[in-house]
């Protein structure tokens, strides 16, 4: 296939980043995109696809698409956003001219918008969950209290839109003081925090009688319950935890500085990445079994034994709020880099500033997202292939839109945009002595990532 012969940039009209749309430091492209990658994925999807899928199987299964496929898809994105300075579709046209690469884009793009339909109506859920923290009312080790408060929330159509729509508001606030007053900022402060309350968490979870079961649980694989669906649904993980194949890390890279090591920053985020799911995993699964939950229970395995978890505990209460708390800022992280995608659409191919595209993105979000949001009241019985708007858009987004743009990004990569090109963006124009990790990078890349993909998506479709 042809390679494009030169890393080329776009004019500063519409396409290329505007001046002073840069993270500040490198502390600062660290902590955006680890707030990115790190949010529900890990504390509200990793648990409950682990629980609905075997435990510690899954687990192995998910830590090699995210070692072999995840990082390099991501280092790929963020290589391409700051080489092409644009989002998604603008970076792609940049760096391709006149060919229709654009278009994997421009699917990062459909895929942002299809999770922010449900994702945000899950940040709603959390964000109830903080008033519902305070008054003290989910505070119980019985399964069917908790159970009941989750069913109770979900099945109000009122509350569920309205939920949603504040989350809408209060991110999209903060993406109107920009790159980095807004998303920097906010991630840089509140990320921390985070991290010591789920240590905090995890170590009560481990006190519980019953603990060791949990353990065991999330770290003894047993094979005999993987099927083709697992390897889908584990690579679909990887892609939705470390915001890959959406749009997200490449619109990102157009905000890195030139400086910045783009292997180590993906390492990094992808180890602290997995650092906080299992450290998720560890506060949820003893719980689970101590309290006699079941690990399959979906996505309402979070808000249905965490509360017991603090119920067990001194003070619980006040630690139950300061959790719910700091899960709607990881939820707010992962957010502003989804929201950010279809921002910048509006914004560089558009040619709408940025406080309008805001504006409209998070306008549409609220319309197109109330679909997910009914879906378990009002909307329950309509559903599109058997299944509800909730599960349409989780399941196009996940398991069809995130795998085919990770393959596309790879192919384009490897094959069209080429090693040259390749070296020259990751060794920062020679900067950095880092042939061995580009070498290793390239053969991934070109051979193995987009191979994995591939076979994984024929055996969904049961050709292998």
């Given at each position: ?22 993270f ?7 902590t ?5 990658a790190?949010g529900l ?15 510690a ?6 830590l ?15 290589m391409l ?6 989002n ?8 391709a ?8 884009g421009?699917?990062g ?10 994702y945000?109506?899950?940040a709603g ?8 923290s ?12 908790t ?10 159509p009122?509350q ?5 729509w ?18 920097e900022?906010?991630?840089k402060?509140?990320?921390p925090?985070l ?22 649980y ?8 993987i ?6 649904e ?13 749009g997200c ?13 783009i ?13 906080v ?25 979070l ?12 003070l619980?209460n006040?630690?139950m ?8 800022i ?19 191919q ?23 949001a ?12 058997g ?50 990790v ?15 993909i ?11």
């Amino acid at each position: 296939m042809e390679e494009v012969s030169s890393i080329k940039t776009l004019p500063v009209k519409t396409g290329s980043v505007r001046a002073g749309e840069i993270f500040s430091s490198r502390l600062g492209v660290l902590t955006a995109t680890l707030g990115s990658a790190v949010g529900l994925g890990n504390i509200w999807r990793f648990p409950y696809l682990t629980g609905s899928n075997g435990g510690a199987a899954f687990l192995i299964i998910y830590l090699i698409c995210t070692v072999l496929v995840g990082i390099q898809v991501m280092v790929g994105e963020q290589m391409l956003g700051r080489a092409g300075k644009g989002n998604a579709i603008a970076a792609l046209r940049a760096l391709a001219p006149g060919k229709a690469w654009w278009l994997v884009g421009a699917a990062g793009v459909i895929s942002a918008f299809l999770i922010m339909g449900f994702y945000s109506e899950v940040a709603g859920w959390v964000f109830a969950y903080i008033f519902k923290s305070l008054s003290g009312s989910i505070l119980s080790t019985d399964p069917q209290v908790t159970t009941q408060a989750f069913t109770s929330l979900i099945a109000n159509p009122t509350q569920s839109l309205v939920w949603q729509w504040i989350v809408l508001a209060v991110t999209g606030g903060i993406l109107l003081f920009g790159v980095t007053k807004g998303i920097e900022r906010t991630t840089k402060t509140l990320m921390p925090v985070l991290f010591l309350l789920l240590i905090l968490v995890g170590i009560r979870s481990l006190t519980l009688p019953g603990a060791a079961q949990g353990l065991t649980y999330l770290f003894k694989p047993d094979f005999s319950v993987i099927t083709a669906d697992t390897f889908l649904e584990a690579l679909g993980l990887s892609f939705f935890k470390l915001s890959v194949g959406m749009g997200c890390m490449m619109t990102y890279g157009s905000y890195f500085r030139s400086d910045q090591n783009i292997p180590t920053t993906a390492t990094r985020v992808a180890l602290a990445d997995l650092m906080v799911s299992l450290m998720a995993g560890i506060a949820i699964f003893p719980a689970v079994f101590a309290f006699g939950f079941k690990p399959e229970s979906g996505p309402s395995l979070l808000f249905i034994t965490i509360p017991a978890v603090f119920a067990s505990m001194p003070l619980g209460n006040v630690f139950m709020v300061a959790f719910f708390v700091l899960t709607a800022i990881a939820s707010i992280g992962a957010m502003l880099s989804l929201l950010e995608v279809i921002v910048t659409f509006f914004n560089q191919q558009l040619g709408l500033n940025r406080k309008l595209s805001v504006v409209l993105t998070a306008a549409a979000l609220a319309v197109f997202g109330s679909a997910a949001a009914l879906s378990n009241s009002t909307l329950a019985n309509v559903k599109i292939l058997g299944l509800t708007f909730f599960d349409l858009y989780d399941y196009m987004s996940s398991n069809v839109l995130m795998p085919l743009g990770g393959l596309l990004i790879s192919v384009f990569i490897g094959w069209i945009w080429g090693y040259p090109n390749i070296r020259k963006a990751l060794s920062n124009e020679g900067m950095l002595k880092n042939e061995r990790v580009i070498g290793m990078f390239f053969g991934l890349i070109k051979f193995v990532t987009p191979a994995l993909i591939v076979i994984v998506l024929l055996n969904k479709l049961n050709i292998l």
